[in-house]
């Protein structure tokens, strides 16, 4: 069963691209096709790693975002659906509510046989609670709803843990996953050599080139997250 994912948090720099990159990684590893949309118009950080599965998509249209449901009529080769990653791009909730609503497009999903997640992106602040009791007040039962603890940007997830909406959210069946922090010098070159996670573990020249034991922790790191993705409804 392909699944559609909606990658957010609402708010800037909770590590929403990179939660889309590595699950685009965990789809190709997988061999589960997939096509990627980045909604960020000023860092596109998602197309611009995974160049060959993403592309833009303006989000405060509908004819942009009626693309990414399109890809659903568009099996491949082999008559498999792909699945579709969105990275949502800071405040973009409004318009996509907007889009999902007036498109009735969580039924539409369930008559298909698609499964809808919304990832929720959480640093350690009060915002990431806040912005999460509102998501689940807006789409209510019907899709999934998965809160990522991402630990690199905060440690102390007490705010959340002891929140009504965490609350909210298990009884509305959430699953909760924590993304490992990924070593901070490792992830600038990967990020400046603008490179896939396969890439990067496979790459041993040039300038920002991993060296053995970065490499090394990266596949250590990628197969805890890996490890995690492994628990939720992605296909």
Do not use: C
Request: hydrophobic letters at 40%.
């Amino acid at each position: 069963m392909p699944s559609l994912n909606f990658i957010g948090g609402e708010k800037g720099g909770v590590g929403k691209s990179v939660a889309a990159r590595v699950l685009a990684q965990y789809f190709i590893d997988k061999g589960q096709p997939f096509t990627g949309f980045d909604t960020d118009r000023s860092h596109t950080s998602f197309t611009r790693f995974y160049a060959d599965y993403a592309s833009p998509v303006v989000v405060d249209t509908y004819e942009g975002l009626d693309l990414i449901v399109g890809e659903f009529e568009t099996p491949t080769e082999d008559g498999q659906t792909p699945s579709v990653i969105v990275d949502l791009a800071a405040q973009t909730a409004a318009p996509l509510s907007r889009w999902i609503r007036d498109s009735e497009l969580i039924p539409l999903m369930a008559e298909m046989g698609i499964t809808v997640n919304f990832w929720h992106l959480a640093d350690a602040g009060k915002d990431t609670v806040d912005l999460l009791g509102r998501l689940l007040n807006t789409y209510g039962n019907g899709p999934n709803y998965i809160v990522v603890k991402n630990l690199g940007r905060g440690t102390d997830f007490s705010q959340l843990d002891d929140s009504a909406a965490l609350k909210k959210a298990r009884e509305m069946g959430a699953q909760v996953i924590s993304l490992a922090q990924l070593h901070e010098a490792s992830m600038r070159k990967i990020d400046r050599q603008n490179a896939s996670f396969w890439a990067s573990i496979n790459t041993k020249t040039g300038d920002d080139a991993l060296g053995l034991l970065e490499r090394q922790r990266v596949k250590s790191w990628i197969k805890g997250v890996y490890a995690s993705f492994d628990t939720l409804p992605l296909d």
